[in-house]
């Protein structure tokens, strides 16, 4: 089974300063997805970003972007410019490419990263 | 729907109570997953459906949890005899295509309080 781990529970931030979550993850699998998830007060689950293991490149959307260390398996996000709505729960989330599987399309999630922006 | 809508948006339940949450999926989506999140903790699977068919239950925690499908759009949680432990967010996520490629939708989640 996978597992996700985010170490940081809280992480707080100055405004237009940069500021990086941890997440590390295992699995025995080559292929699979990894991503970013920001959930607001609201609750909703908001994608703020996504990676493909078999991509050497890292993704980037905007502000974010990550540090994919397959080898280590880390999954980093960096958040630039931090604005004031981007305050929120943040977690990282392991998905299976293998659409044969039962469990493949479950999303395993780590226990979150809440952060705060200062002004 | 412009979104995955879910209802009651809060729920407070007596144990012992039995509880029915509703997930109305975007139209058209064929994937529909259900989520538990306790708090102060990340979304867990409880159960997968493709279109009607239920095909990954293997998270629901025990047999007071049941969800269903019946026409392949809304999606029914219900959960028998509440606990306290069942205290949580139920969130509801869909999603297009049925591969793991798909980005999922989420809702803003029933929170359930048993008292």
């Known amino acids: 089974a996978q597992t996700v781990t985010q170490s940081q529970p809280e992480m707080s931030v100055q405004e237009a300063e940069t500021v990086t979550l941890s997440c590390t993850y295992d699995?025995?699998?080559?292929?699979?997805?990894l991503f970013w998830y920001k959930q607001p007060p609201s609750r909703q689950m908001i994608l703020v970003i996504r990676?493909?293991?078999?991509?050497?490149q890292n993704a980037t959307e905007n502000r974010f972007s990550v540090n994919f260390q397959k080898a280590a398996k880390s999954f980093s996000l960096k958040i630039s410019d931090s604005q004031l709505g981007d305050a929120a729960m943040y977690f990282c989330a392991y998905r299976s490419s293998a659409i044969s599987s039962g469990s493949a399309r479950q999303l395993t999630f780590g226990s979150g990263t809440q952060l705060t922006v200062l002004p | 729907g412009a979104g995955v809508s879910q209802s009651p948006r809060y729920k407070v339940a007596k144990r012992g109570q039995d509880v029915a949450l509703r997930c109305d999926p975007i139209s058209g989506h064929v994937s529909l997953f259900w989520y538990q999140q306790a708090l102060g903790q990340g979304p867990e699977f409880l159960t997968y459906f493709q279109n009607e068919a239920q095909l990954d239950k293997s998270g629901l925690p025990s047999d007071r949890f049941f969800a269903e499908r019946p026409e392949g759009s809304v999606s029914t949680l219900k959960i028998q005899r509440t606990q306290q432990e069942d205290s949580a967010v139920y969130l509801c996520?869909?999603?297009?295509?049925?591969?793991?490629?798909?980005?999922?939708?989420f809702g803003n989640g029933t929170r359930l309080t048993v008292t």
């Open positions: 990676q493909e293991a078999y991509k050497q």
């Open positions: 996520a869909s999603t297009s295509g049925a591969s793991s490629v798909s980005p999922l939708h």
């Open positions: 699995t025995s699998e080559s292929d699979y997805y």
